[in-house]
């Protein structure tokens, strides 16, 4: 990616692949997330199709092809942005064989791999796969742990388990309460106690560009300082993808 053009948010969460997963599900609507998200200020994108062991378990291939179609379709549209791969994986054994045998697919190429974690309870042994990861040359970025229940009743217990091991990404879906209002609490509460290192869209469709990340977006301009909005939605993810 080259990041070195001018400022701009970075996202590196959403799901514009088209047709791969429950995302976008046609080229032009992929555009029109990447347009609208243009003109919320977004110049950098990590698009992240879902990767598990179940429903989304379409080969690298399968991946890399459909990545290659959508990047052709950004450079004929003439839209300035820049546009990198990843995948969001669901915890379970296809991330961990990808970690173990290291042939993870990573944000753009960087050591980050972003990961969503069970909801409903928080494995003991989940401290030391954490670690593991890092012990294989991986950096977790924990997609919206705002809706596992465990954090929801216990902020603290993010921090503890992030700590030196993780990075935390709080979803725009979350803030704008489409998973309810404990999430939605938990999600703005972890964003202004700095908890949260950074947000991302979680973007899947126009629709949520226009019910959820326009109306967040706001929001975030006019709860959080410049700086602090600055360092979550473009320094760090754009050190991220520059740190080798
Ligand atoms: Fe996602």
Known sequence: MNLDAE?????????????????????????????????CGYRHFVATPHADDHRFTYSRETIDAGFAKLADAVAASGLPIDLGKGVEYTYGERLRRDVTDRTAMTLADSRYVLLELPEEFMPATMPDTLFGFGASGYYPVLAHPERCKPFQDDVDALSRLANGRA???????SLAGTFGRTIKKTAWRLVESEVADLVATDCHSPRELRKVVQPVMKQLRRRLDAGHLNRLMSAFPRRMLTTP
């Open 7 to 39: 400022n701009g948010f970075c996202d590196l969460h959403l799901h514009i692949v088209p047709g791969i997963d429950d995302g976008a599900r046609t080229m032009d609507a992929s555009l029109e997330i990447l347009r609208g998200l243009y003109d």
């Open 167 to 173: 990075l935390v990404q709080v979803s725009f879906r």
